[in-house]
């Protein structure tokens, strides 16, 4: 036997630069500050020059700053304007593979405006409050007048902003402050401060930032594994967080890489770690470590080597369907309908305003084979009207759902999501798995002799009691001969 190895490394494609947001162009009053801002991308990672009125120029980086972030966004910062900074800004991205260019115009106004009546500043229509999710841009902008046009300071809670992260501007007209990556911190009321010769004006409105980003949470942790020598092992859990968290796999608290025989894979919250071929080596702990800007979290598992493995499943019960609340008017039947899936097969029982249910004549409980698990009242009187709760359990644990019955009205009811009856189903999606029916198709139409259409009707549940999807199938066959 022999064999060979060799090393293969891929790496970004060569790409000229190119502009994916041009600078726009601005106008701002003499003694403000303004920004000029664009995005470009580009292999290698441009540099950026600049041209001022057709000539080469370097911002001072004191009153005007250049920057470049590693997103590709790139512009100028002029913390004060001066009639001089009036003109045309060209901005020149390059690298290896070629440039690009993108134009913007800087036109400064005098504070005050000629031929019109000297006046105190106010604000043309109030500071309105304002809402934004976590990391997303905090703008607020509002129209002011006053002549000479005011100066402006922004405090919030009525401290000082911190300049570094808050962008202030105003051009006469507008005025405002933008926080490019808001957080939680920045909730808040500003206050905006207009001053000029004739008097003051002070604007308040209320920010808040909402809180979107969460640690990473394991809903499914790692399992533990009994397994063959020789044979594959998987590690699978299901972590959620917002942003994505970075997945990290270790072994005995060393990193794992993926290589021949180890395999990581990701599909939605699911992660994966397969190793294939097992050896007596492979046995230990296992970790996965899920990371993101708001913390870090972890889940473990074990890997044993054994002669034998028991293959009989032992699942906990898991709701595929919940029951969903349900609008009657007095007399007619209802019906409450779950669908639940566990090794070995659950046990189940509903309660009425937490009491426990018992079948009658006219309430009828019923469990098929398939995992249907359903409450049918022939009929709904008065006393009806309350919560019902399903719980389900075997020896590896239990789960319950509730619903409501009402009697339909002309008030709006809360109910509950059709999404969130079939958050059960969420693993069957993820695995590719087929997802079960609650019954057997029902064929309500077929093909007549004589007719040149197929026409067939399949429920999920029942046709007189749930909604059904009507399936129609073009094919033309051939008419019988009369």
């Given at each position: 036997d022999c064999e060979t190895s060799c090393t293969v490394t891929v790496t970004q494609a060569m790409e000229e630069p190119k502009f994916t947001s041009l600078l726009r162009s601005a106008k701002a009053v003499e003694g403000?500050?303004?920004?000029?801002?664009?995005?470009?991308?580009?292999?290698?990672?441009?540099?950026?020059?600049?041209?001022?009125?057709d000539q080469e120029w370097e911002p001072d980086n004191?009153?005007?700053?250049?920057?470049?972030?590693?997103?590709?966004?790139?512009?100028?910062?002029f913390e004060s304007t001066t009639g001089d900074d009036k003109g045309?800004?060209?901005?020149?991205?390059?690298?290896?593979?070629?440039?690009?260019?993108?134009?913007?115009?800087?036109?400064?106004?005098?504070?005050?405006?000629?031929?019109?009546?000297?006046?105190?500043?106010?604000?043309?229509?109030?500071?309105?409050?304002?809402?934004?999710?976590?990391?997303?841009?905090?703008?607020?902008?509002?129209?002011?007048?006053?002549?000479?046009?005011?100066?402006?300071?922004?405090?919030?809670d009525g401290?000082?902003?911190?300049?570094?992260?808050?962008?202030?501007?105003?051009?006469?007209?507008?005025?405002?402050?933008?926080?490019?990556?808001?957080?939680?911190?920045?909730?808040?009321?500003?206050?905006c401060h207009l001053t000029n010769d004739q008097g003051t004006c002070t604007g308040v409105c209320n920010a808040e930032?909402?809180?979107?980003?969460?640690?990473?949470?394991f809903s499914k942790p790692l399992n533990n594994i009994k397994q063959l020598l020789n044979c594959d092992a998987k590690f699978v859990c299901e972590v959620g967080c917002n942003p994505r968290p970075e997945i990290s796999w270790f072994f005995n608290g060393e990193a794992v890489e993926e290589d021949a025989r180890h395999k990581i894979k990701t599909n939605g919250m699911c992660r994966m770690?397969?190793?294939?071929?097992?050896?007596?080596?492979?046995?230990?702990?296992?970790?996965?470590?899920?990371?993101?800007?708001?913390?870090?979290?972890?889940?473990?598992?074990?890997?044993?080597?054994?002669?034998?493995?028991?293959?009989?499943?032992?699942?906990?019960?898991?709701?595929?369907?919940?029951?969903?609340?349900?609008m009657v008017f007095r007399g007619m039947a209802a019906?409450?309908?779950?669908?639940?899936?566990?090794?070995?097969?659950?046990?189940?029982?509903?309660?009425?305003?937490?009491?426990?249910?018992?079948?009658?004549?006219?309430?009828?409980?019923?469990?098929?084979r398939t995992g249907l698990i359903r409450l049918s009242m022939a009929y709904v009187e008065e006393s009806d009207i309350g919560m019902y709760r399903l719980r389900v359990w075997n020896k590896h644990g239990e789960a319950t759902c509730e619903a409501r019955l009402v009697y339909d009205g002309l008030e709006v009811q809360p109910g509950q999501t059709l999404g969130n009856l079939y958050q059960g189903f969420e693993k069957y999606t993820i695995g590719g798995l087929p997802m079960p029916l609650p019954d057997k198709p029902l064929i309500c139409q077929c093909l007549i002799p004589g007719y040149s259409h197929l026409e067939a009707c399949y429920s999920l549940l029942d046709l007189i009691y749930a909604p059904y999807y009507m399936v129609r199938n073009g094919l033309e066959l051939p008419r019988r001969a009369s």
């Open positions: 403000s500050p303004i920004k000029l801002e664009g995005k470009m991308v580009g292999h290698p990672q441009p540099e950026v020059k600049w041209m001022y009125n004191n009153r005007i700053k250049q920057f470049v972030n590693p997103d590709g966004t790139f512009g100028l910062v045309a800004y060209v901005a020149i991205a390059y690298n290896s593979e070629g440039t690009a260019r993108s134009l913007a115009n800087i036109a400064i106004k005098t504070r005050m405006k000629e031929g019109v009546e000297k006046s105190s500043p106010s604000f043309a229509r109030p500071l309105g409050d304002i809402s934004v999710d976590e990391g997303m841009k905090l703008r607020i902008t509002t129209p002011i007048r006053g002549n000479p046009i005011p100066e402006f300071s922004w405090t919030k401290k000082p902003i911190d300049a570094s992260r808050c962008h202030f501007f105003s051009d006469g007209e507008l005025i405002g402050l933008e926080i490019v990556d808001a957080n939680v911190g920045d909730t808040g009321a500003y206050e930032v909402k809180k979107v980003y969460s640690a990473p949470l770690l397969m190793i294939k071929k097992l050896k007596e080596s492979d046995v230990g702990s296992y970790t996965c470590v899920a990371k993101n800007q708001e913390g870090t979290t972890e889940s473990r598992g074990s890997l044993e080597i054994v002669e034998f493995v028991e293959r009989g499943r032992n699942d906990a019960p898991e709701f595929l369907k919940k029951i969903g609340d349900e019906r409450f309908t779950a669908l639940v899936t566990g090794t070995p097969e659950p046990e189940f029982e509903f309660f009425f305003n937490n009491k426990p249910m018992f079948p009658t004549d006219r309430i009828h409980i019923v469990q098929e």
